[in-house]
């Protein structure tokens, strides 16, 4: 993986690697959405796709927040 910014930051593999505008671009529009559970742990293996964390989440959910930002360089 290769650096994340011009600051040479490199992230490891067991991170989430966000898509970043390049410079000049229009701001992208990332949407956040948080989950309030009625489980401490979700029951979902390491491997599992995002769809299918997302799923398992709804399945327990109390409750849930979305935010939407904007990001530029």
Do not use: W
């Amino acid at each position: 993986m290769g650096p994340n910014d011009d600051s040479g930051l490199t992230l490891g593999n067991d991170a989430y690697h966000s898509l970043c505008p390049d410079k000049g671009q229009f701001p992208h529009h990332y949407t956040f959405t948080v989950y309030a559970l009625s489980v401490a742990k979700l029951d979902a293996p390491p491997e599992s796709s995002g769809a299918m964390v997302t799923s398992t989440a709804k399945e327990n959910s109390l409750g849930k927040a979305v935010f939407i930002s904007r990001y530029g360089r």
